[in-house]
């Protein structure tokens, strides 16, 4: 792949606050990247130095190479969408998206034309003559992505651009924005909280907190291959288990559980703490325990039912275990019960910091 926007050891300070602290990443032609972390982890901050917003503290910004450091926002090509859309109210929805080619220069007729067919690639060809009020929440922020799309940006932001709309708007437009994304194949960074939106949209999915990064990998990576405990409790559901390494090439020792092999991630080393963990839905529940897999006897606390899916928490002497099993098979447990879970070595994975 082509090496497209490349971040070299940002730091961005307020006053004596340290925003983001050395920040290096780079962005492939045509990727699809999601910044994903808590509020306040520097997801906007990474953003408004790319779009020139704010300034970096230190560090470099390249494009294909070349410094942006001197260049103005709207020399950058980029576009940009925010979580309040700000339309202008008192244009209507081509006129809007018209905007960004009138400041560019670009004829009337030629720019209205283009406008247009940029609200038909959103799917709104039917609504050009309305006004944003005249719009739902949905409408109006595909008219700000056509907006944002329409003069050919080589770059594309959008900060929390589903953060106001509601689930089923919300998962509607996560696929928009996926298929005119690929239709265009315009290099996307996309921020948002939403550990979900970051596993369906992104080809990579950055983990900031406290304006570090903490990994920088494919979804299913991140997923089954968290470098920290951070990133593990943050994306899926999880059961992190503190535990002493008794053997680096897979075996380690917790209190409630005993005995634990595990997958090797990075390198550990004989007795270093580490955490395993072990996702709930890699977790079986039965009556008797399986042969072939680790067992343990589990005190069941809470079922919470779900329909298709139950979750199972319960307590393994004093380690707390959360299971998520299909909605048959919680039948045979109730609570208050014990029951035996159990789970395959390669269902542990081991995480050093
Ligand atoms: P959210 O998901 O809430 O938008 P975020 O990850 O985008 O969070 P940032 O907006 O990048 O976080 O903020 C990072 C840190 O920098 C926060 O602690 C924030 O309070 C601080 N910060 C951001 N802008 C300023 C500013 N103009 N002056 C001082 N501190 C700021």
């Known amino acids: 792949m082509n090496q497209y926007l490349q971040l070299n050891g940002i730091t961005k300070f307020y006053g004596d606050f340290r925003a983001l602290q050395g920040v290096n990443l780079s962005v492939d032609k045509g990727e699809f990247i999601t910044f994903l972390g808590p509020s306040g982890s520097g997801k906007t901050t990474t953003l408004m130095i790319i779009a020139g917003f704010e300034k970096a503290s230190t560090g470099d910004l390249l494009v294909e190479g070349e410094s942006l ?151 299913l990576e991140i997923y089954h291959k968290p470098r920290t405990k951070f990133v593990a409790g943050f994306i899926g559901e999880s059961n992190l288990i503190p535990a002493k390494v008794v053997n680096p090439a897979g075996k380690a020792d917790n209190e409630a559980l005993g005995a634990c092999e595990f997958t090797p991630g990075e390198p550990v080393s004989e007795g270093q703490d580490v955490t395993l963990l072990i996702r709930p839905e890699h977790i079986r529940l039965s009556r008797k325990p399986i042969e072939g897999r680790k067992n343990v006897t589990m005190h069941v606390e809470t079922i919470v039912n779900y329909g298709d899916n139950a979750l199972v928490i319960g307590r393994v002497g004093n380690l707390p275990m959360r299971v998520r099993v299909l909605g048959a098979d919680v039948v045979i447990i109730k609570e208050g019960e014990e029951c035996c879970i159990s789970w395959l070595p390669d269902a542990v994975f081991v995480i050093g910091r």
């Open 69 to 219: 450091s001197g260049l103005a926002p709207y020399e950058r090509n980029i576009g940009i969408v925010f979580q309040n859309y700000a339309l202008f109210p008192h244009k209507t929805a081509v006129e809007n998206v018209y905007f960004p080619l009138q400041m560019r220069g670009i004829n009337r007729p030629e720019g209205l034309k283009r406008a247009m067919r940029m609200l038909e690639l959103v799917g709104l060809e039917g609504f050009a003559k309305r006004y944003p009020k005249e719009l739902s929440g949905g409408q109006q922020q595909r008219v700000a992505l056509a907006r944002a799309l329409v003069f050919e940006p080589s770059l594309l932001l959008l900060d929390e651009p589903l953060g106001a709309l509601d689930k089923n708007l919300r998962e509607q437009m996560q696929i928009e924005i996926k298929r005119i994304q690929r239709a265009l194949g315009v290099t996307t960074i996309f921020v948002t909280h939403d550990q979900t939106e970051a596993m369906s949209m992104s080809d990579r999915i950055v983990v900031f907190e406290k304006g570090e990064i903490q990994q920088v990998a494919s979804p």
